[in-house]
């Protein structure tokens, strides 16, 4: 049996499956690292490791010579956020064609949301009788349930007003569908706001900077944001400087639900 069908950057076409072995693994890697992303050859060698997982669960195969070459170390954590003074020079930039952008940008940095959690929330998520919103496609596949405070529940208010549980909270008026992506819309209103180095997941990371910033400890952050590993959510608890923390400090005060929205249906007005 050969890869040679198969596309794998760091070995020839013809190698034979069963000669393969850790050290010539490896080999290939080291020289392929050199000209290639790290996390490109991580990848590559993800692929190669499922392809000798299946092989040896077939009978085809002995033994994963994968699972005996590490990874290469990644250095590609971002640190990037969104500061005070740059929100409302970046809200600025959303109207005409970007309003859509006017209420996503402060949800995700209300909620912490993943890009694709967000675009695909609907109606029916959104409990404004108790102040949450319910993610329930997330990275981990688990149910994520997330406080909002004042600000993002007006927003998110004004958006649900009229629509029926099942609709999207955003809907794209060109195809009358959620959106699929703002990377170009986002792209350019911070060109345009001349900030510069962000992109949209830096606003995920902007909800977990303020949460460090307004005394949340690791634990906590992790259970807000969903992280798996609780290494993700300790780059949020760092030192600042004195005094910083209260330009930061997340509006978490909670609002008086209007008798007229206390119904059993959340999702209605």
Known sequence: MR???????????????LSVTGLCVHSFMAPVFIKY?????????ELLSRIYSLAVRLGLAEFNPCSRVSKFKLQNQRYRYLLPDEEPVLL????????????MIPVAIGTGARKSEQLNLKVKQVDF????VVFDKTKSGKTLTVEINSEVRQVLFE??????????????????????????????ACTDAKIFGLVWHDLRATFGTRLGEAGFNAYAIAE????????TSRRYVRSVPAGSGEAVLLKNQRVTIPSQVMLREPWRF
Request: proline share 4%; charged share 15%; net charge positive.
């Open 3 to 17: 890869l040679s069908w198969l596309n794998v950057s760091f070995f020839n076409s013809g190698t034979v499956l």
């Open 129 to 132: 009788f108790r102040n949450l």
């Open 224 to 231: 807000l944001m969903g992280h798996a590993n609780i290494s």
């Open 37 to 45: 992303e790290a996390a490109s050859v991580n990848r590559e060698l």
């Open 159 to 188: 958006l649900c007003k009229g629509k029926g549980p099942d609709d999207y909270v955003w809907v794209n008026p060109a195809t009358g569908g959620p959106y699929t992506d703002v990377k170009h819309a986002f792209t350019s």
């Open 92 to 103: 600025a930039q959303c109207g005409t064609a970007r309003k859509h952008l006017a209420s």
